[in-house]
Nanobody, 115 residues
Framework: QVQLVESGGGLVQAGGSLRLSCAAS????????RAWFRQCPGKQRDLVAS???????AYADAVKGRFTISIDSAKNTVDLQMNSLKPEDTAVYYC?????????WGQGTQVTVSS
């Protein structure tokens, strides 16, 4: 079992920055895929960024060049640095990992970008 707890969401003005962090606890040694998704009301949950255990990263076109996903092995977190935020980045952001082939989701953290 893996438990995920996100932090770092909040309200920020357009052009600002936020850093989301997702702490994993439990049996985490075999996590081989980590990602951040986001969901706006009434819309599907979309992949924002992902990172493998080999540190290969991928980003949605909408966030390329603005967001950076990384792993902090010492803290056992997966972080999402979000720069140059836009109002359209407003969403609930969810942490996602795959452990031994099973997916796990965090509870979500709200990010609101005001214009």
């Amino acid at each position: 079992q893996v438990q995920l707890v996100e932090s770092g969401g909040g309200l920020v003005q357009a052009g600002g920055s936020l850093r989301l962090s997702c702490a994993a606890s439990g049996t985490t040694s075999s996590i081989n895929f980590r990602a951040w998704f986001r969901q706006c009301p009434g819309k599907q949950r979309d992949l924002v960024a992902s990172i493998t255990s080999g540190s290969n990263t991928a980003y949605a076109d909408a966030v390329k060049g603005r967001f950076t996903i990384s792993i902090d092995s010492a803290k056992n977190t997966v972080d999402l640095q979000m720069n140059s935020l836009k109002p359209e980045d407003t969403a609930v952001y969810y942490c996602y990992v795959v452990h031994l082939g099973r997916p796990y989701w965090g509870q979500g953290t709200q990010v609101t970008v005001s214009s």
